[in-house]
């Protein structure tokens, strides 16, 4: 544009004309300059226009999920069982949002196979699940997700993180030190970018809940009594102690049930007399505390046919009390030995 006017100028002495457009386009300059400079100095602050968003909002950093230190597992438990959830809240906080804005979490791990959602860890059979808050204080919704936030304006906000352990298969036990983690990014065209990591700590063990019975056999002395000590049908003598112990992990439901070795179909509290007894007449009876056992199959299936609950292991070697007495079962009561076998069978939870 300069040299185009510059020569349609030129029309008399070039000497004269030439200081003067050469004084003329040089002010020009300065002027096109100055007027580009204030241009540019107005559309700045169009481009410094950006909402924040503070994530976390509670802490300088996300801290660290932690499951339990240990962490125990029936051997025979069903895949997708939650063994421990654990969450946080990490708190939002925006300012001047003025348009819809994304939140994204992705997963960095492995997922297990056919459950793209649960992701592995170095234990075998052990995965984990994270979850976030949907949108602005919404509910829990399982990663990897994308939601949009309509939210404008300034605020803050519960936004929570959740991490689930989760049994994917047979659990063989170990340490958990190779563990997936949540990545949590905000962005949109009106907000500049937030990107925070959720991770777990590393440390926890994992281990199978076992039980093993110490006292596999027990052998339980009789007193000898005489038979006016059983004056009646009913009548009971000869009480004696004994006791079968095991060793379990701590935390285990364990139930047990009773036998009748003699005779296996029985299911009443009387303890048959096995064939190689020679008194007529009498039974045993095995109590707990007061209450007498009745006896069922030789199963460890739950919920079999009288099967009790002995209680929830504390660890360590737990010792059942139990006691054995003489009946008399009939109007003949013809003196001789006395003997009776039944079988336990434990089962856990």
């Known amino acids: 544009m300069h040299q185009k006017y510059h020569i349609n100028m030129i029309k008399q002495e070039p000497s004269t004309w030439c200081a003067e457009s050469t004084n003329w386009s040089v002010q020009f300059r300065r002027a096109y300059r100055t007027l580009l400079g204030l241009l540019i100095f107005s559309l700045a602050p169009s481009w410094s226009l950006a909402g924040t968003v503070t994530y976390p909002a509670n802490f300088a ?8 230190s240990n962490i ?15 969450e946080q809240n990490l708190g939002i906080r925006i300012s001047d949002i003025t348009c819809d804005w994304e939140k994204n979490a992705t997963v960095n791990g492995t997922p297990v196979p056919g459950d793209p959602k649960t992701f592995q860890t170095n234990v075998p059979g052990i995965g984990v699940r994270f979850y976030i808050t949907e949108g602005w204080v919404g509910r829990f919704v399982q990663a ?4 949009t936030i309509s939210k404008r304006g300034n605020g803050a906000a519960i936004d929570y993180t959740r991490a689930a352990l989760v049994v994917t298969g047979p659990v063989s036990g170990g340490t958990l030190s190779t563990l997936p983690s949540m990545q949590i990014t905000f962005s949109g065209s009106c907000i500049t970018t937030v990107s925070q990591t959720q991770y777990i700590k590393p440390g926890s063990t994992i281990a199978q809940r076992t039980c093993s019975v110490t006292t596999p056999s027990v052998i339980v002395p009789l007193p000898q009594i005489g038979a006016r000590s059983l004056p009646n049908i009913g009548s009971t003598a000869g009480n004696t102690a004994f006791g079968i112990k ?29 064939s190689d007894s020679t008194a007529k ?9 007061q209450t007498l056992i009745s ?29 054995v007495r003489y009946i008399r079962t009939a109007e003949t009561l013809s003196e001789g030995t006395v003997k009776g076998s039944a079988t336990f069978t434990m089962s856990y939870e």
């Not at 950093?61 to 339990?68: A, H, V």
């Not at 439901?253 to 303890?271: H, I, V």
């Not at 007449?281 to 505390?289: D, E, F, M, N, Y």
């Not at 009288?306 to 660890?315: E, S």
């Open 144 to 147: 990897p997700i994308s939601t």
């Open 281 to 289: 007449g009498a039974a045993l009876q095995i109590l707990r505390g």
């Open 295 to 323: 006896y069922g199959p030789d199963s460890a299936l739950s919920g079999t046919q009288n099967q009790w609950y002995v209680g929830n292991a504390t660890g360590g070697v737990m010792n059942i009390p139990l006691s």
């Open 246 to 274: 095991v060793e379990c992990a701590a935390g285990i439901d364990l139930y047990m049930t009773m036998t009748d070795a003699s005779s296996p179909s029985n299911r009443s509290s009387n303890l048959s007399l096995s």
């Open 72 to 86: 125990t597992v029936s051997p025979d438990i069903a895949i997708g069982t939650v063994l421990q959830t654990v």
């Open 61 to 68: 950093t996300i801290p660290d999920l932690s499951f339990d």
